[in-house]
């Protein structure tokens, strides 16, 4: 499963990247409009650090206007991916975009039935928001696993891309699921590395190689 990580800050994304585990990255205009600096330009450096694909989302909510902000997003790198939101404009916008060679990845689904619609259209991605879900007392990974399971009837090419992770359970459960996809906030990446077992462990490992050498010594 590949692993994105979900922040518009460069200095995040060259953090975890020198993990050497980051796959790609998802952005939103919440999260751009916190950066300083030209959007562009932030997205250009978030694929030049990458290297692999780098979500960038339309604003525009009409048809026309998708359009023209998706083949600009689409120009600033090879490795960008539009993303439309899962309205009957941003399908249509996906299928066009699609159909010129964008990749596009449809966001803000919260059903199997608009997941249906986005593989559709042709999309090369589509986000479940899991934890919006789980917010209101939905349970996102029942989303996922339908969507797994009506994918592989299929066999739909749009990769299952499991978004607004909260935890590392999230990421657990979309890599049991068999999802293509997790991206998860910088804090989440960073939990997955996690367990007091491994600290006390390796503590003990060292303290004992110690002694040993003072006793050689
Ligand atoms: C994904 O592409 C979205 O940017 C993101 O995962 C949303 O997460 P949130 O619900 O934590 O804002």
């Known amino acids: 499963m590949k692993l994105f990580v979900d922040t518009g800050s460069i200095k995040e994304i060259e953090t975890i990247a020198a993990l050497g585990i980051l796959d790609g990255v998802t ?36 048809f026309a206007g998708m359009l023209q ?48 619609l986005a593989a559709k ?10 934890g919006r879900l789980d917010d209101i007392s939905t349970n996102g990974m029942d989303v996922v696993r339908e969507i797994v399971q009506i994918f592989d009837n299929y066999e739909f090419p749009t990769e299952i891309l499991v978004a607004s992770c909260r935890h ?24 997955l590395f996690n367990h007091p077992l491994t600290n006390i462990g390796l503590e003990k490992f060292l303290k004992d190689w110690e002694k040993a050498q003072a006793i050689k010594a």
């Open 27 to 62: 952005t939103n205009p919440s999260l751009l409009a916190k950066e300083p600096g030209d959007f562009r330009q932030n997205l250009k450096r978030i694929c030049d650090i990458v290297k692999g694909p780098v979500s960038g989302e339309v604003t525009a909510t009409d």
């Open 168 to 191: 590392p359970i999230h990421v657990v459960e979309a890599a049991r699921l068999g999802a293509d996809i997790a991206t998860c906030p910088p804090a989440v990446i960073e939990a």
């Open 121 to 130: 259209a042709g999309a090369s991605y589509v986000s479940p928001f899991v």
């Open 69 to 116: 902000q998706g083949r600009d997003i689409a120009k600033i790198d090879p490795h960008m991916v539009v993303k439309t939101p899962l309205t009957r404009d941003g399908i249509r916008a996906c299928k066009q975009l699609s159909g010129e060679g964008i990749r596009v990845n449809v966001t803000l689904c919260f059903t199997p039935a608009q997941a249906l």
